[in-house]
């Protein structure tokens, strides 16, 4: 038996990977990713493979970056984790602050976490507390859209709009309203007009927000295009139309730029090509160039103010895991 050929054995019998039949995965012999230089991984055998999907799409600079190896070699010499529980450390801080000063300027405080599914699950919980926080706990529902994918832990599927992980784990769920999918709206309602798509997408949350308002903590959106559901994009509008409804009816607006964050749409972020200034952002995949687990959730000032207080009157965000 080849060094390879064992650790498909192992690999079949051992581990058990993501959205993956584990009856069939191995019958094609799967890439075992040894190595990797630039835009190629190298599995154990050698061959070279063009990684075009970007290690899922987080890999943005390519593989072993001389910047990004250098500065994580640097930083295991000092300390490799620490807690953000009633402590700091400098890279965390300087990310906090590049991040402000980087994403949209409505976007003033920076939380991390873990992976994108977490950082909408942090805007989430932001988004309740916020509400019980100003003392109107009746808004409590999400608004989203069918197609959606924002991650897959359970208050990310429960925001999300597959229909599949909808039947499997719905019993679990939480929950929401759901609008239709601008992209699906515009190619099978109105032939493809972007113009009257948006404004009967628009028309629509008009009337959820006039009719429900009330009862609506916040509206989640992808950052202009519904990615995992096929690369969606949206009509022109959308995103800054619903942060107009959103304000008007006093609702919160949730921007997931887990995908779309990082240059993905051509800007840094796809928020600018309507300026559109978000109460919440999500971010994640592109953010640590793929070498790390990491994510963020960005909070507007208004936001953040209603989670202080003295201390002991339980005002804040109650959120943290242990590599947060
Ligand atoms: C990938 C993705 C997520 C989930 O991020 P994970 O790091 O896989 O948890 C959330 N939202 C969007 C838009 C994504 O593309």
């Not at 965390?92 to 909408?120: N, R, Y």
């Not at 972007?194 to 959820?208: D, I, K, V, Y």
């Not at 959106?221 to 969606?232: H, K, N, S, T, W």
């Not at 202080?308 to 339980?314: I, N, Q, V």
Request: proline residues 6%; contains cysteine; negative net charge.
């Amino acid at each position: 038996m080849t060094e390879t050929e064992e650790l498909r054995e192992w690999d079949r019998r051992y581990f058990w990977h993501p959205f993956t039949q584990m009856q069939c995965y191995g019958d094609d012999d799967p890439w075992i990713i040894e190595r990797a230089e630039g835009n190629y991984v190298y599995d154990t055998e050698g061959h070279r493979c063009l990684d075009a999907i970007a290690s899922l799409w987080c890999n943005i600079h390519g593989h072993r970056h001389p910047r990004l190896d250098a500065a994580l070699i640097a930083q295991i010499g000092k300390v490799a984790h620490s807690t953000a529980l009633g402590a700091s450390n400098p890279p965390a801080i300087h990310l906090a602050k590049a991040l402000v000063e980087i994403t949209p300027a409505s976007l003033q405080h920076c939380f991390f976490s873990e992976d994108g599914s977490e950082a909408v699950e942090v805007a989430i919980k932001m988004a309740a507390q916020y509400w019980c926080n100003l003392g109107r706990p009746e808004k409590h529902l999400f608004l989203t859209l069918d197609n959606a994918y924002h991650g897959d832990t359970v208050g990310a599927v429960s925001v999300g709009g597959f229909p599949l992980f909808h039947a499997v784990y719905g019993h679990l769920l939480f929950p929401t309203l759901r609008l239709p999918s601008p992209y699906v709206l515009q190619w099978e309602d109105c032939e493809g007009d972007p113009l009257q798509a948006t404004a009967a997408w628009l028309a629509t949350l008009e009337s959820t927000l006039q009719d429900q308002g009330g009862e609506i903590a916040a509206l989640i959106l992808e950052g202009g295009v519904q990615g995992a559901a096929g690369i969606l994009p949206f009509p022109p509008g959308i995103l800054a139309g619903a942060q107009r409804l959103c304000r008007a009816y006093e609702v919160l607006l949730i921007i997931d730029e887990v995908a779309t964050g990082f240059g993905r749409s051509g800007k840094l972020f796809s928020c600018e090509w309507e300026s559109v200034e978000p109460d919440l952002l999500a971010l994640g995949k592109g953010l640590s160039g793929g070498y790390l687990p990491l994510a963020a959730t960005l909070a507007a000032e208004h936001v953040y103010a209603v989670f202080l207080a003295p201390f002991g009157e339980t005002r804040q965000f109650y959120y943290g895991h242990t590599y947060t």
